[in-house]
T-cell receptor, first 115, second 112 residues
Framework: AQSVTQPDIHITVSEGASLELRCNYSYGATPYLFWYVQSPGQGLQLLLKYFSGDTLVQGIKGFEAEFKRSQSSFNLRKPSVHWSDAAEYFCAVGATAGNNRKLIWGLGTSLAVNP | EAQVTQNPRYLITVTGKKLTVTCSQN?????MSWYRQDPGLGLRQIYY???????DKGDVPEGYKVSRKEKRNFPLILESPSPNQTSLYFC???????????FGSGTRLTVV
């Protein structure tokens, strides 16, 4: 069955430190992969996506992610975290079922940033 | 500005009182979808639409209805809300490439 696992429920980092959020997926075909961010009381904003090609994907707000097929992973990274990055981060895989193009989501990683 | 607009942002209602959450997008997107977000369960798809007059069930459609009479609008209808429909709801739209959905700001619904 298709699934997405985000092993870390909660992560705390210091401002200026590097960040890596983990995402593992289970999907039979070549996956379409996404990272979204949800700030408190806000909607979901697309950070970056991977469809094909270069396995290192650049996104908005200085984030990047690397697709590793051998590890079924799509980890999100940022070299230097800012206090405004505190939010909930969701990894998702695009799944096709007939005409349905839906996203299957991980349960999210909550990021706290210490000053 | 390209966006998906949901209304209302917050809603408290009583069991059984019909309600509609509106969703509108200005990107001429074909695909639209509704999700609900619940603690411990994550985001789950309720209904989707691939174009005008084409809608179908997602993973958790029970108790919900949708319609797609115009390309830009995709309202979510709860004919007889129950407390287990208390949740955070998101509308999303995507172009023909699919998947890269733009989400609305969410509607927090409480059914008492």
């Amino acid at each position: 069955a298709q699934s997405v696992t985000q092993p870390d429920i909660h992560i705390t980092v210091s401002e200026g430190a590097s960040l890596e959020l983990r995402c593992n997926y289970s999907y039979g075909a070549t996956p379409y992969l996404f990272w979204y961010v949800q700030s408190p009381g806000q909607g979901l904003q697309l950070l970056l996506k991977y469809f094909s090609g270069d396995t290192l994907v650049q996104g908005i707000k200085g984030f990047e992610a690397e697709f590793k097929r051998s590890q079924s992973s799509f980890n999100l990274r940022k070299p230097s975290v800012h206090w405004s990055d505190a939010a909930e981060y969701f990894c998702a895989v695009g799944a096709t079922a007939g005409n349905n193009r839906k996203l299957i989501w991980g349960l999210g990683t909550s990021l706290a940033v210490n000053p | 500005e390209a966006q998906v607009t949901q209304n209302p942002r917050y809603l408290i209602t009583v069991t059984g009182k019909k309600l509609t959450v509106t969703c509108s997008q200005n990107m001429n997107h074909e695909y639209m979808s509704w999700y609900r977000q619940d603690p411990g369960l994550g985001l789950r798809q309720i209904y989707y639409s691939m174009n005008v007059e084409v809608t179908d069930k997602g993973d958790v459609p029970e108790g919900y209805k949708v319609s797609r009479k115009e390309k830009r609008n995709f309202p979510l209808i709860l004919e007889s809300p129950s407390p287990n429909q208390t949740s955070l709801y998101f509308c999303a739209s995507s172009g023909t490439a699919g998947y890269g959905y733009t989400f609305g700001s969410g509607t927090r619904l409480t059914v008492v």
